[in-house]
């Protein structure tokens, strides 16, 4: 079965800082471009960050330029997202997303089950 | 950036209707366009892709249509399972950007 799950997130205090993690299963991680979208509660999706195969292109949404980095590690099938300088709108579920298309730009499939970031005092 | 407009955000439809949902885009997108179904805690699922091509197990109840800045998403006899919040999202341009969603729930 193809599938992601994410794990990492939790309570953290604004300025904090965490680091999520994507292990993927049932597909060949490191053909794919590789994907973090999230959503705030009650609200709708918010692409996050993309990142190539080799690990050489990453994107970001404006939002979280220069805060958060996405970086993967193929040998050990792992996808990460480093969250620096949280700030209360950066609270939402987190997902982690396979990226079909080679191009790097299409829709997401499949997802996981999302980890639920909380930046709170 | 792209925008996205889904309307309308919620849909009041009974079992067996035809229930179309819409999706505006701010610009041309072509065929670019996914269409995603969320059920209440879980993650989306990908229902289709290029506007109209169904991901692999996805009943054929459910049919995507349009290209350019409009398009639609039509369940052609609504089902209790189908009971969610939709979201279309463009892929034609970075940043890739998602609607607002709907809603569809039982009347």
């Known amino acids: 079965e193809v599938q992601v799950v994410e794990s990492g997130g939790g309570l953290v205090q604004p300025g904090g800082s965490l680091r999520l993690s994507c292990v993927p299963s049932?597909?060949?991680?490191?053909?794919?471009?590789m994907g973090w979208v999230r959503q705030a509660p009650g609200k709708g999706l918010e692409w996050v960050a993309n990142?190539?195969?080799?690990?050489?292109?990453?994107y970001y949404v404006d939002s979280v330029k220069g805060r958060f980095t996405i970086s993967r590690d193929n040998a050990k099938n792992s996808l990460y997202l480093q969250m620096n300088s949280l700030r209360a709108e950066d609270t939402a579920v987190y997902y982690c997303?396979?990226?079909?298309?080679?191009?790097?730009?299409?829709?997401?499939?499949?997802w996981g089950q999302g980890t639920l970031v909380t930046v709170s005092s | 950036v792209i925008w996205m407009t889904q309307s309308p955000s919620l849909v009041s439809a009974s079992i067996g209707d035809r229930v179309t949902l819409s999706c505006r885009v701010s610009?041309?997108?072509?065929?670019?366009l996914a269409w995603y179904q969320q059920k209440p805690g879980k993650a989306p699922d990908l229902l289709m892709y290029?506007?109209?091509t169904l991901q692999s197990g996805v009943p054929s109840r459910f049919s995507g249509s349009g290209s350019g800045t409009d398009f639609t998403l039509t369940i052609s006899s609504l089902q209790s399972e189908d009971l969610a919040t939709y979201y279309c999202?463009?892929?034609?341009?970075?940043?890739?950007?998602f609607g607002g969603g709907t809603k569809v729930e039982l009347k």
């Open positions: 997303a396979r990226v079909p298309s080679g191009s790097g730009w299409s829709w997401f499939d499949p």
């Open positions: 290029a506007t109209s």
């Open positions: 049932g597909f060949a991680f490191s053909s794919y471009w």
């Open positions: 999202q463009q892929y034609h341009s970075f940043p890739v950007t």
């Open positions: 610009q041309d997108i072509s065929s670019y």
């Open positions: 990142i190539k195969q080799d690990g050489n292109e990453e």
